[in-house]
T-cell receptor, first 114, second 109 residues
Framework: KAGVTQTPRYLIKTRGQQVTLSCSPISGHRSVSWYQQTPGQGLQFLFEYFSETQRNKGNFPGRFSGRQFSNSRSEMNVSTLELGDSALYLC?????????????FGPGTRLTVL | SQELEQSPQSLIVQEGKNLTINCTSSKTLYGLYWYKQKYGEGLIFLMMLQKGGEEKSHEKITAKLDEKKQQSSLHITASQPSHAGIYLCGADTGNQFYFGTGTSLTVIP
């Protein structure tokens, strides 16, 4: 069974631009969660999608948004990029609920904002 | 909000030594997860603990959740260079998944 895949793996953008990151979950998994990891803040929860609906959301500004498609693939969008958005963005999938089902993580997308 | 503090923040041990990493929660834990991360990569699931007093082992790694369910420890026996990485504990509050501050482990051959 293929693991969680994330594209692209590396991305360089400039301030003010927008970016879209993609995540393909493990086949059969319906929950996709997104996390931001930075040296200063550690690993922080962005949001979780289940069956095309945002089920939970962390404490991030509205510039961070996401969506999930009918095949469970998910995208995350960050608009008006700021230097502080430079981070490793991780996506995780689980069967139904990350609270009771193991989360499987992708390799991450490293975003650098110049 | 749930807070997970890990200690120590970093650890450097000689190969073959035992070590323990702690994860302390500000609230009662209803599920505690341990993950390992190689620098700049995704997380690898190690173990999940749910019941107070529960202990699980996988190869040379043992994790335990204390009776009061507010602290967990991860113990590595006879450490190897392959154990090097960042260890993270995580917990779900019902509407958000939190991660601990992380412990960086270096194993010197």
């Amino acid at each position: 069974k293929a693991g969680v895949t994330q594209t692209p793996r590396y991305l360089i953008k400039t301030r003010g631009q927008q970016v879209t990151l993609s995540c393909s979950p493990i086949s059969g998994h319906r929950s996709v969660s997104w996390y931001q990891q930075t040296p200063g803040q550690g690993l922080q929860f962005l949001f979780e999608y289940f069956s095309e609906t945002q089920r939970n959301k962390g404490n991030f500004p509205g510039r961070f948004s996401g969506r999930q498609f009918s095949n469970s693939r998910s995208e995350m969008n960050v608009s008006t990029l700021e230097l502080g958005d430079s981070a490793l963005y991780l996506c995780a999938s689980s069967f139904q609920d990350p609270a009771v089902n193991e989360q499987f993580f992708g390799p991450g997308t490293r975003l650098t904002v110049l | 909000s749930q807070e997970l503090e890990q200690s120590p923040q970093s650890l450097i041990v000689q190969e073959g030594k035992n070590l323990t990493i702690n994860c302390t929660s500000s609230k009662t834990l209803y599920g505690l997860y341990w993950y390992k991360q190689k620098y700049g990569e995704g997380l690898i699931f190690l173990m999940m603990l749910q019941k107070g007093g529960e202990e699980k082992s996988h190869e040379k790694i043992t994790a335990k959740l204390d009776e009061k369910k507010q602290q967990s420890s991860l113990h590595i026996t006879a450490s190897q260079p392959s154990h090097a990485g960042i260890y993270l504990c995580g917990a779900d509050t019902g509407n958000q998944f939190y991660f601990g501050t992380g412990t960086s482990l270096t194993v010197i051959p």
